[in-house]
């Protein structure tokens, strides 16, 4: 059913032609302009002090970035996908180049969502991005062994989109924990890379981390594509 979707969405986008997800120049996916995102160096953006946990990541939340994350999130532009699995390669870089990458094995883990916002998107982006922090592992780190788990899994809350800041906190508390069939199969201890698409309150990869590090589980670094 979701492959059907997709095919329609495309063939649509055949007869009314797509305009930049960025910016709104006609007749390109990402142009040369937003496509220039990519150049940026991915800095060490908010360690969370309480876990003394580093956090990768490239731009700020805002103009085309905003717009561009928006498309991939809120409108599934498939199209974009490869625009940022390139993007979060460069956290990937960065990491990379300041001497990590050394553990042997670390597992891929993507932030997770709701139920509902799994069942409502045919594309989840934390899923997409995990995917463009393996791609890049590949390349750049051949020896270290890696792998995507979905090991972290939400138990309750809402869509953060429509919180505001102090909701946005209360609505992470104590909502995440380990996927059980999961963590048997990849046991403690084990290196973590914990992989989320935009950072605002940090609330969400506080506790990812906390449910991770309770669990036994060495959070490496948490790599994001955007900082509010």
Not at 4 to 15: G, H, P, Y
Not at 93 to 103: H, K, L, M, R, Y
Not at 154 to 172: M, P, W
Request: proline share 5%; aromatic share 6%; net charge positive.
């Amino acid at each position: 059913m979701q492959a059907l979707q997709i095919m329609v969405r495309e063939f649509c986008r055949l007869i009314w032609p797509l305009s930049c997800a960025g910016c709104g120049q006609p007749d390109w996916h990402v142009c040369p302009q937003c496509q220039d995102l990519l150049n940026f160096e991915a800095q060490n953006i908010a360690p969370l002090v309480e876990s003394q946990t580093p956090i990768y990541g490239i731009h700020k939340y805002d103009g085309e970035m905003r717009n561009l994350i928006l498309g991939f999130k809120n409108l599934e532009r498939t199209d974009l996908v490869k625009f940022f699995q390139q993007l979060i390669g460069r956290d990937v870089q960065s990491w990379i180049a300041s001497g990590n990458g050394n553990c042997g094995r670390v597992l891929i883990v993507p932030a997770p969502s709701t139920k509902k916002a799994n069942l409502e998107r045919i594309v989840k982006p934390t899923e997409v991005l995990a995917r463009g922090v393996q791609l890049a592992l590949t390349e750049a780190q051949p020896n270290l062994k890696h792998c995507i788990v979905d090991l972290l899994v939400q138990t309750k809350g809402e869509k953060q989109e429509n919180l505001t800041y102090k909701e946005r906190s209360r609505n992470k508390t104590n909502t995440i924990s380990l996927a059980k069939k999961m963590s048997k199969r990849f046991p403690p201890p084990q290196s973590i890379i914990l992989v989320d698409d935009v950072l605002t309150t940090g609330s969400t990869l506080k506790e990812c981390i906390y449910t991770l590090e309770d669990g036994g589980y060495q959070v490496q670094t948490a790599m994001v594509v955007a900082k509010s």
